[in-house]
């Protein structure tokens, strides 16, 4: 097993045994999440090739950290805790950051208005938690 091999099986298991990231969600959205999760941290890990542990550790553990709390608040969001637009806003602020952490600042990130388009999707009672994980997830992905 390669040292990149390794990382990532350390990161999937810690995902994988964090009930708490996305208890809150059923099990489709919650599969949905963990899949956007493990993607984006292979992504990262796969760029400490040639890295010693402890220099990967040192670049990979704010923005696997970041993965995690970004999980956590897509689900509560997806979940219906941030029912008041108020509260929408701080956790877009919250994600914006969280996703500068993980892509890093110079990333493309969404604009605010289109994340807030999206997060703003939670009042359309006919949205499941899983449609809304992946509306989120489409923004994400496309490019800016």
Not at 103 to 116: I, N, Q, V, Y
Not at 133 to 139: D, E, I, N
């Given at each position: 097993m390669?040292e990149?091999?390794?990382?990532?099986q350390r990161?999937i298991?810690?995902?994988?045994?964090n009930?708490?990231?996305?208890?809150m969600?059923?099990?489709?959205?919650?599969?949905?999440m963990?899949?956007?999760?493990?993607?984006?941290?292979?992504?990262?890990?796969s760029?400490?090739?040639?890295?010693?542990d402890?220099?990967?550790?040192?670049?990979?553990l704010?923005r696997?950290k970041?993965?995690r709390?970004?999980?956590?608040?897509?689900?509560?969001?997806?979940?219906?805790k941030?029912a008041?637009?108020?509260?929408?806003?701080q956790l877009r602020?919250?994600?914006?950051e969280?996703?500068?952490?993980i892509?890093?600042?110079?990333?493309?990130?969404?604009?605010?208005?289109?994340?807030?388009l999206v997060l703003?999707?939670v009042?359309n009672?006919?949205n499941?938690?899983?449609?809304l994980?992946?509306?989120?997830?489409?923004?994400l992905?496309?490019?800016s």
């Open positions: 390669t990149i091999d390794a990382r990532l990161v298991e810690e995902m994988t045994g009930e708490s990231l996305l208890e969600l059923e099990t489709e959205a919650a599969t949905e963990l899949n956007w999760g493990i993607a984006t941290a292979k992504s990262l890990v760029k400490t090739g040639g890295l010693d402890f220099a990967a550790d040192l670049a990979l704010p696997l970041a993965v709390q970004a999980m956590r608040s897509i689900g509560n969001w997806a979940a219906g941030y008041e637009p108020a509260s929408r806003i602020d919250k994600l914006m969280y996703l500068g952490t892509f890093g600042k110079e990333a493309r990130l969404p604009s605010a208005e289109k994340m807030d703003n999707q009042d009672k006919t499941t938690p899983h449609q994980v992946l509306k989120l997830k489409q923004l992905e496309e490019p």
